[in-house]
T-cell receptor
Framework: KAGVTQTPRYLIKTRGQQVTLSCSPI?????VSWYQQTPGQGLQFLFE???????NKGNFPGRFSGRQFSNSRSEMNVSTLELGDSALYLC??????????????FGPGTRLTVT | KNQVEQSPQSLIILEGKNCTLQ??????????LRWYKQDTGRGPVSLTI?????NTKSNGRYTATLDADTKQSSLHITASQLSDSASYIC????????????FGDGTTLTVKP
């Protein structure tokens, strides 16, 4: 079974631009969660999607948004990029919405650098 | 407020030695606790997952323990190898709020030859 894939792996953007990151979950998994990881903050939860609906949301500004398609693939968008948005963005998939005894499987991440 | 605290923040050990990482949590009501290993620049990889009724789970040289009464977990690494150098993250999920997970800040382990 193929793992979680994220594209692109690396991205360099300029302040003020917007960016879209993509995540394809493991086949059969319907839950996709997004996380931001920076050296000083650790893993910060952005949001979780299940069956095309946002089920949970972290404490991030409205510049961060996401969506999930009918095939469970998910995209995350960040508008009006700031230098502080530079981070590793991780996507994780799970068979069901978090809380059960199901594990989350993480992708390799997208390294975003904002200059 | 749900919190997960890990200790120590960082640890350096010699190859072949054992070590134990700690995780204390205040997440309630408890659903499950997971330990992940994250190599630098890579996504976390699951090591163990434990529910309320489980107090020990092993995965090769990794053994996790859970004390649901004291809300503490530990990850014991036996006969460490250079490849064990990584960040180890403790994650606790609640049975409410659609199972939102709380992440610890991780313990950075360095294994030296």
């Amino acid at each position: 079974k193929a793992g979680v894939t994220q594209t692109p792996r690396y991205l360099i953007k300029t302040r003020g631009q917007q960016v879209t990151l993509s995540c394809s979950p493991i086949s059969g998994h319907r839950s996709v969660s997004w996380y931001q990881q920076t050296p000083g903050q650790g893993l910060q939860f952005l949001f979780e999607y299940f069956s095309e609906t946002q089920r949970n949301k972290g404490n991030f500004p409205g510049r961060f948004s996401g969506r999930q398609f009918s095939n469970s693939r998910s995209e995350m968008n960040v508008s009006t990029l700031e230098l502080g948005d530079s981070a590793l963005y991780l996507c994780a998939s799970s068979p069901t919405v978090g809380g059960g005894a199901y594990e989350q499987y993480f992708g390799p991440g997208t390294r975003l650098t904002v200059t | 407020k749900n919190q997960v605290e890990q200790s120590p923040q960082s640890l350096i050990i010699l190859e072949g030695k054992n070590c134990t990482l700690q995780c204390n949590y205040t997440v309630s009501p408890f659903s499950n606790l997971r330990w992940y290993k994250q190599d630098t620049g890579r996504g976390p990889v699951s090591l163990t997952i434990m529910t309320f009724s489980e107090n020990t789970k092993s995965n090769g040289r990794y053994t996790a323990t859970l004390d649901a009464d004291t809300k503490q977990s530990s990850l014991h690494i036996t006969a460490s190898q250079l490849s064990d150098s990584a960040s180890y993250i403790c994650v606790v999920s609640a049975r409410t709020n659609a199972g939102k997970s709380t992440f610890g800040d991780g313990t950075t382990l360095t294994v030296k030859p």
